[in-house]
């Protein structure tokens, strides 16, 4: 039985163009800088994001770790959507490491922060008891609010919002390609107005390891401090990059396949009995729908998944009702026919669970 595998876009396989990349690479001292091929995807991100310079890091959840100690200092306040990776994911990173705290701000179905909710929340300079406002954080494409692509109106305001205030803002750009893509514009227009953006390699992307941080050319010196204290400074990662030059070459306009095999996954989903979803909200490779507590836990459904062959996960939701949810991802090793057989797969599961 051939597994179908919806858990995450970060399981995909190193293509074979990015075997070939790795042993061919050009190596050296990447700490002392002298590793040309991560110089190479370091500015080759950099273009593309439109931004003046841009450090290799080992892992989305590091690039906004190293870009938040870049950005702020210890006893500052963060503002985040309620739904952010930076909140749930990332092991309370700035608390423990940058010693600021984080801020929730209510995220919308679509990804957005809440506008009004966002203003209010910034501090104002006249007492001594609060912290300072210093970043805000979006998150495109959004992880937990079925990977929303949040709209360049969106950031540009939230932007001038941020800028209009002293404040900076960071993008976590995880899944940006997916975004751009999604709203067919340029990557670099979708950040144009943001400090910071980090964005993964290794998900959609399909390489094996890392993400970048882009920004100023100052600010990335900073990250590169950082990144050091933090044990990312790395040595011959030519060998890990020459793939992500591969994969920003070669698999970027390729996530639209992703978006309509979610986009197919999500309406024959729709059509399940006990499943809720609606597929017109799917805009990128995640689709997040809600089982019929009536029916059966989120748990079971996945193990029912898994004994066909289907791996996928349980998810909590953004709408915080203890709804019982599971999550899917399209990625490079996802067709059509996949989909059919997942969906299939489901119907039975759910079939199965009613009867008992
Ligand atoms: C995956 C992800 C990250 C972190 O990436 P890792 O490489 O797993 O550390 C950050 N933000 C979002 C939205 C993500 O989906």
Known sequence: MEEINLYSDTQTLPTEEMRKAMYEA??????????????????????????????YVTSGTQGNLVAILSHCSKADEILVGSESHIFWNENASVSTIVGAQLRLIQNQSDGSLDVNQLKESIRPLSSPQFPYTKLICLENTHNRCNGAAISLEHTNEVATIAHNNDIKLHIDGARIFNASVALGIEASELVENADSITFCLSKGLSCPVGSVLCGTKDFIDEARRWRRMLGGGMRQAG?????????????????????????????K????????????????????????????????????????????????????????????????????????????ALSEVMQSLHAA
């Open 269 to 344: 989903l729709s059509e399940i009995p006990g499943i809720t979803i609606d597929p017109d909200t799917i805009q990128s490779n995640i689709v997040i729908f809600e089982i019929d507590p009536n029916i059966s836990a989120a748990r079971e459904v996945v193990n029912g998944l898994k004994a066909k062959g289907v791996k996928v996960s349980t998810y909590g939701s953004i709408i915080p009702n203890g709804g019982q949810y599971i999550r899917m991802v399209t990625h490079r090793h996802i067709g059509e026919e996949d989909v059919d057989s997942a969906a299939m």
């Open 26 to 55: 050009e190596v050296g001292d990447e700490l002392s800088g002298e590793d040309v091929t991560v110089i190479n995807l370091e500015e080759k991100a950099a273009a593309m994001l439109g931004k003046e310079a841009a450090v």
């Open 239 to 267: 060998i890990i990059a020459a793939a992500g030059i591969v994969g920003l070459n070669q698999m970027v306009d390729r996530l639209a396949i992703d978006h309509s095999t979610a986009k197919s996954l999500a309406y």
